[in-house]
């Protein structure tokens, strides 16, 4: 089992920026992959960034040149650096772990962080 817990939401200025944190504990080393998923309210939920093992990484085009995603450090956290925010990047933010490779699900979920961009 693996427990997750975000924190770092806030609610910031457009062009502001922040970083979410993603603490893990319990079997951390069969993590392969983790990702950064959000919603908004009344939209689904949707990834926002994602990294393997191998440090491979992915974005979804709305928030590709300013987030960044790093995998679990030394601390056992993971980060989401936030940047250039706007309005539309309102939402919970949610980070996930997965042990199996390649693919769309993930094992274990936070249980989000609020994020509010005012304009």
């Known amino acids: 089992q693996v427990q997750l817990v975000e924190s770092g939401g806030d609610l910031v200025q457009a062009g502001g920026s922040l970083r979410l944190s993603c603490a893990a504990s319990?079997?951390?080393?069969?993590?392969?992959?983790m990702g950064w998923y959000r919603q908004a309210p009344g939209k689904q939920r949707e990834l926002v960034a994602a990294?393997?093992?191998?440090?491979?990484?992915n974005y979804a085009d709305p928030v590709k040149g300013r987030f960044t995603i790093s995998s679990f450090n030394a601390k056992n956290t993971a980060y989401l650096q936030m940047s250039s925010l706007k309005p539309e990047d309102t939402a919970v933010y949610y980070c996930?772990?997965?042990?199996?490779?390649?693919?769309?699900?993930?094992?274990?979920w936070g249980q989000g962080t609020q994020v509010t961009v005012s304009s």
């Open positions: 996930a772990a997965a042990i199996a490779g390649p693919g769309p699900t993930y094992d274990y």
């Open positions: 990294i393997t093992s191998g440090g491979s990484t």
């Open positions: 319990g079997s951390i080393f069969s993590i392969n992959r």
